[in-house]
């Protein structure tokens, strides 16, 4: 998983893994970037989202002059967003499937104590979207998600910062990963089963030319 969200120790947990493939073909799912579940995640919906971010640096810095600078460092950012919307779906599933429920005042709690530790809404939508990019409009969604990790550990009966709780959670997502079948478009690469990780494909004939790909970053 991309490096993105947040100061909790579970993030990270969230945030790192590599591939074992299922694969999809843009013939069964046109115009999906994946199918997740039976429901599309459409490539609409995933430029929209990387527009949301880009949109959000340009904001962040135009005072700075720095917004090609933020670019390029988040140069891989529609795979990496798309990586989270899957992920975030999967999660959810696995939370589900556990019993797991979060409240709208669990999360409002949580961010009013991120905001304090930041000092401030915002000092924390600034740090995380340099981060995470997780642009403003989407922190409330990502603290719900970050609660379902929590609290699946919980459901799970295991200590997030060992081996063996590591070892339960990817466990929980990766059976949700199945559960889900989810197919990649080939163009953002695969999907890894076994830890609920995008992977790129190594499909030679797929090309993207420069442009195209500068377009996707």
């Not at 591939?19 to 013939?27: F, K, M, R, S, V």
């Not at 995008?198 to 790909?213: F, G, L, N, V």
Request: charged residues 25%; positive net charge.
């Amino acid at each position: 998983m991309h490096r993105r969200r947040t100061a909790l120790a579970v993030s990270a947990a969230l945030l790192a893994a590599a591939p074992l493939l299922t694969a999809c073909g843009n013939d069964a799912h046109p115009g999906a970037a994946a199918v997740v579940g039976g429901d599309r995640i459409t490539v609409a919906q995933l430029q929209s989202r990387v527009g949301e971010v880009r949109a959000a640096q340009q904001s962040a810095t135009a005072k700075s002059g720095q917004y090609e600078q933020a670019v390029e460092k988040t140069g891989s950012l529609t795979r990496d967003t798309l990586q989270s919307m899957v992920l975030d779906k999967v999660l959810h599933r696995a939370a589900t499937d556990a019993g797991v429920t979060v409240s709208r005042k669990e999360f409002q709690d949580l961010r009013a104590k991120l905001e304090t530790q930041a000092g401030g809404a915002k000092a924390l939508e600034m740090g995380w979207l340099q981060q995470y990019s997780i642009p403003p409009s989407r922190i409330d969604d990502s603290l719900r998600t970050e609660i379902e990790a929590q609290k699946l550990y919980e459901k799970l009966g295991v200590d997030p910062s060992s081996d063996e709780g590591q070892a339960a959670f990817w466990s929980a997502l990766s059976k949700a990963s199945k559960a889900l079948k989810i197919d990649v478009n080939p163009r953002y690469g695969k999907w890894d089963v076994t830890k609920s990780q995008r992977a790129d494909a190594t499909t030679p004939w797929i090309r993207e030319d420069s442009a195209a790909a500068r377009k996707q970053a």
